[in-house]
């Protein structure tokens, strides 16, 4: 999702979101881990993803 598509979103669905993100990062470390996966960008890009997403969530909670 784009930046100004998040911050769209409630702060409930902003957590429903960071909470999906991080079970999807902790499934692709363990298939890296395994050495199952095999494109390696999605690690960064679903980190940064999470990031994104937790960011947004700040900035609404703190206005």
Do not use: P
């Not at 769209?8 to 960071?18: F, I, M, P, Q, T």
């Not at 909470?19 to 980190?47: C, I, K, P, V, W």
């Amino acid at each position: 999702m784009q930046s100004r598509e998040l911050r769209e979103l409630s702060a409930e669905d902003l957590n429903g979101r960071v909470a999906e993100l991080e079970r999807s990062y902790f499934q692709l470390r363990l298939d890296h881990a395994a050495g199952a996966l095999q494109d390696t960008a999605s690690l960064t890009r679903t980190r940064r993803e999470i990031a994104r997403v937790k960011t947004i969530l700040s900035e609404k909670l703190a206005s």
